[in-house]
Nanobody, 123 residues
Framework: QMQLVESGGGLVQAGGSLRLSCAAS????????MGWFRQAPGKEREFVAA????????YYAVSVKGRFTISRDNAKNTVYLQMNSLKSEDTAVYYC????????????????WGQGTQVTVSS
C-alpha cells in the first residue's frame, strides 16, 4: 500500500514561488507514475502535472505549463512540483497521486493519494 505525504505548501504573494514535495513509502516508488492535482474551494479536483516512472517524460495542464515543473528523485522516493510565477488562481489544496499502470491526467487513473497541502497566493 503506497503512502504519500505532501509538504511545502503555504502563503505566497502573486509572482512568487513555492516548491512542493511528496514523499512516498510502502511501495516501489520507481514503478509508479506520479502526478499532482489541485482542488480549489467549490471546484472539482483538476490535473496539474504528471511524470513518467523514469522521469524522462512530463505532462502539464495548459494553465500551468511554462510556470510549473514536475520532477522526481527515485533514490529519495520523492516527487516535486516547482511552482513559479504564481497567480491567485493557483490557490488550492495540492495533492500528489501515484498510478500503477497508466500515464495521464485523469484522477481516476491514479490509485493512491496524499492528504494534500494548502497553497494560497495573495494578490
Amino acid at each position: 500500500q503506497m503512502q504519500l505525504v505532501e509538504s511545502g505548501g503555504g502563503l505566497v504573494q502573486a509572482g512568487g514561488s513555492l516548491r512542493l514535495s511528496c514523499a512516498a513509502s510502502g511501495g516501489t516508488f520507481s514503478r509508479y507514475v506520479m502526478g499532482w492535482f489541485r482542488q480549489a474551494p467549490g471546484k472539482e479536483r483538476e490535473f496539474v502535472a504528471a511524470i513518467r516512472r523514469s522521469g524522462a517524460g512530463t505532462y502539464y495542464a495548459v494553465s500551468v505549463k511554462g510556470r510549473f515543473t514536475i520532477s522526481r528523485d527515485n533514490a529519495k522516493n520523492t516527487v516535486y512540483l516547482q511552482m513559479n510565477s504564481l497567480k491567485s488562481e493557483d490557490t488550492a489544496v495540492y495533492y500528489c497521486a501515484a498510478a500503477e499502470s497508466t500515464y495521464g491526467g485523469s484522477a481516476s487513473q491514479y490509485d493512491y493519494w496524499g492528504q494534500g497541502t494548502q497553497v494560497t497566493v495573495s494578490s
